[in-house]
């Protein structure tokens, strides 16, 4: 991944300022400092990058010249590379973020250990039975909103995983008349 200047990510508010200073027809350390929001080092490696010249004993650079290179810098593949990698970092971040929330998506509130599962206390709005021998079986649930029908699942998994041995013999009674 390539390293961008730090103040690309405030081109567009360095440029306005360079924009609105239209009394200021040369730029020095100090302005650059103020413009960039950097440090007086960096200022100096700013005015060199943009090709100052010594004038009356120090460094300076035309407001001109350096709007023209800032709006070059803007049309640039340059900084064009700087907003894909932007966009890709948000879209990682979105991407992260939900997936984050996924995990900590609450179904239902924790169980005591004492109180266990049970296919038998499951709430009316969850069937499950087959009607009959042979016919498909029917699995239904009744829910308010996501978190409801996640809760659900949740119980009746658990309930099913804990007494598997009635869950079997209620979805498949041939099981039983055939061992």
Known sequence: MARHPDWFERLDSVTGVVRQAEHLQW????????????????????????????????????????????????????????????????????AARAETAARQFRVGPATVEDQRPSLQNLPETVTWRRSASGVPGRFEILYRDGADLMRQLADFLAAAGVHREEFFAATEPDRDKTS
């Open 27 to 94: 730029l020095g350390r100090n302005e650059i400092k103020a413009i960039f929001a950097c440090s007086e080092r960096d200022s100096i490696r700013l005015l060199h990058k943009f090709g100052a010249q010594k004038r009356d004993d120090a460094l300076s650079l035309p407001r001109s010249a350096l709007l023209a290179q800032l709006d070059a810098i803007r049309a640039g593949s340059t900084y064009a590379a700087f907003l894909r990698q932007r966009q890709d970092v948000a879209k990682q971040l979105t």
